[in-house]
């Protein structure tokens, strides 16, 4: 199975907002609504921010949000601040107890 | 308050086995509501699941790993394991111990990772 693909980098000023991409196929992204997302600070573990597409865990901010729309989900955070510099991973289920997870995006706050 | 604890080797020799277990604590291993999994990453790279076990035996490996990974679960003593086998250097990486929610997949909690190298 191939990863799922993010873009590389995304980057905004504080107070602004971010949208990351993640791109799969109908086998996940598009067949599941199972698609989640990490938020992983350097040398630390992830950390959930997003399950099933658009539910947030408790304590995690509502400047964070999901969404999809075919094969492709997006994760916004809007009024960004400095602590959401961080690495950033989406993951799907694929079908048969199998999971997929994204490339990864490096979000940068100006 | 779920805790997850990775142990074990952090040098691995070429074609040898990579061995990991996991210790859980404030939480039952029995509960039915999960799968515990390990997920790796190599230096600079991204995320890499490798394999669940729910708490009956019953495993799910992902197809990149199939041949060579075994995982178990020892719910007596609230532990689960990773075996690897014939590891080369594409196999460093920190590897995660993990809980996966069931039917909702995805993963609540994560142990503190373990960088495990493979070198001679």
């Known amino acids: 199975q191939s990863a799922l693909t993010q873009p590389p980098s995304a980057s905004g000023s504080p107070g602004q907002s971010v949208t990351i991409s993640c791109t799969g196929t109908?086998?996940?992204?598009?067949?599941?609504?199972?698609v989640s997302w990490y938020q992983q600070h350097s040398a630390k573990a992830p950390k959930l921010m997003i399950y099933?597409?658009?539910k947030r865990p408790s304590g995690v901010p509502d400047r964070f949000s999901g969404s999809k729309s075919g094969n492709t989900a997006s994760l916004t955070v809007s009024g960004l601040q400095a602590e959401d510099e961080a690495d950033y991973y989406c993951s799907s289920y694929a079908g048969n107890n199998n999971y997929v997870f994204g490339i990864g995006t490096k979000v940068t706050v100006l | 308050q779920l805790q997850l604890q990775e142990s074990g080797p952090g040098l691995v020799k070429p074609s040898e086995t990579l061995s990991l277990t996991c210790t859980v604590s404030?939480?039952?291993?029995?509960?039915?509501?999960?799968?515990w999994g390990w997920i790796r990453q190599p230096p600079g790279k991204g995320l890499e699941w490798i394999a669940n076990?729910?708490?009956?035996?019953?495993?799910y490996s992902s197809p990149s790993f199939k041949s060579r990974v075994t995982i178990s679960i020892d719910t007596s003593k609230t532990q689960f394991s990773l075996k690897l086998t014939s590891v080369t250097a594409a196999d460093t990486a920190v590897y995660y111990c993990?809980?996966?929610?069931?039917?909702?997949?995805?993963?609540?909690?994560w142990g503190q990772g373990t960088l495990v190298t493979v070198s001679s």
């Open positions: 076990v729910f708490y009956t035996g019953d495993t």
């Open positions: 404030g939480d039952s291993i029995r509960n039915g509501d999960y799968f």
């Open positions: 109908s086998s996940d992204v598009g067949g599941y609504d199972f």
């Open positions: 099933e597409v658009n």
């Open positions: 993990a809980r996966l929610r069931r039917f909702a997949d995805y993963v609540d909690s």
